[in-house]
C-alpha cells in the first residue's frame, strides 16, 4: 500500500529566511508527486508536481521540491520565506496507472513570522 | 475558467439521519474524486471515478455510504445513517484523467453530527 509522511507537525521560520518542508513516500514503481496548499478558510490549491524529468521542480509563488529516488523523499522548498506563505502544507503521491489512487500526508503547518 | 462547485457548505446533522453532498467538476475534467478530511488529518480518498465508472472505492464505507456520477458529469454522496465519527469536510475534486493529473479542490462542505 502506497503511503506518505509528512514528519513535522510545525514549521517555523522567520521571514526571508530559506524553508524547508519535509516528505517521504512509499509506492509500487515509479511516482508522481504533488504539493498542495491549504490557506485558512480556503480550499486546497495545486502547488508544483513532479513527473518525470528534473529532480528540481519549480511551483507557484517561488517554491521549489526536489525529487530524490534513493531515499524516496520530495521535500519542499522555498529561497526566502513570505509571511504569506503561512498555511498548510500537503504532500501528495500518485502511483503511475491511468487510474492510479491519490495518497496525501496528514499536512505540516508553516508559520511565518516577521 | 469555473473551479469546481460544492454544496451546500455547511451542515449540521444529528446521528441516524442522512444527508447528501454535491459537486460540479471542472467541465472537461473526466476524473472526480471524494475525499472525507478530519480534523488534523490528510484528504482520505472515498471514492474516485473515471467518467461514469468507479475505479476506487476500498476506502468508502459502503454500508453506510454512497455515490453516483451520473452522465460523467455531476456527483453525489450520500452518508445514510450518519455516526458521529463522519463530522468532517467532504472535499471533491476533479482532474484530466491523463498525466499530469493535478487535482482541482472545490471548498469542501463541513459535516457535523451531533
Known amino acids: 500500500a502506497q503511503s506518505v509522511a509528512q514528519p513535522e507537525d510545525q514549521v517555523n521560520v522567520a521571514e526571508g529566511n530559506p524553508l524547508t518542508v519535509k516528505c517521504t513516500y512509499s509506492?509500487?514503481?515509479?511516482?508522481?508527486l504533488f504539493w498542495y496548499v491549504q490557506y485558512p478558510n480556503r480550499g486546497l490549491q495545486f502547488l508544483l508536481k513532479y513527473i518525470t524529468g528534473d529532480n528540481l521542480v519549480k511551483g507557484s509563488y517561488g517554491f521549489e521540491a526536489e525529487f530524490n529516488k534513493s531515499q524516496t523523499s520530495f521535500h519542499l522548498k522555498k529561497p526566502s520565506a513570505l509571511v504569506s506563505d503561512s498555511a498548510l502544507y500537503f504532500c501528495?503521491?500518485?502511483?503511475?496507472?491511468?487510474?492510479?489512487?491519490?495518497?496525501f500526508g496528514d499536512g505540516t503547518t508553516l508559520t511565518v513570522k516577521p | 475558467e469555473a473551479g469546481v462547485a460544492q454544496s451546500p457548505r455547511y451542515k449540521i446533522i444529528e446521528k441516524r439521519q442522512s444527508v447528501a453532498f454535491w459537486c460540479n467538476p471542472i467541465?472537461?475534467?473526466?476524473?472526480l474524486y471524494w475525499y472525507q478530511q478530519i480534523l488534523g488529518q490528510g484528504p482520505k480518498l472515498l471514492i474516485q471515478?473515471?467518467?461514469?465508472?468507479?475505479?476506487?472505492d476500498s476506502q468508502l464505507p459502503k454500508d453506510r455510504f454512497s455515490a453516483e456520477r451520473l452522465k460523467g458529469v455531476d456527483s453525489t454522496l450520500k452518508i445514510q445513517p450518519a455516526k458521529l465519527e463522519d463530522s468532517a469536510v467532504y472535499l471533491c475534486?476533479?482532474?484530466?484523467?491523463?498525466?499530469?493529473?493535478?487535482?482541482?479542490f472545490g471548498p469542501g462542505t463541513r459535516l457535523t453530527v451531533t
Open positions: 467541465s472537461g475534467h473526466a476524473t
Open positions: 501528495a503521491v500518485r502511483d503511475q496507472t491511468n487510474a492510479g489512487k491519490s495518497t
Open positions: 509506492v509500487s514503481g515509479n511516482p508522481y
Open positions: 471515478f473515471q467518467n461514469n465508472g468507479v475505479v476506487d
Open positions: 475534486a476533479s482532474s484530466i484523467d491523463r498525466v499530469p493529473y493535478e487535482q482541482y
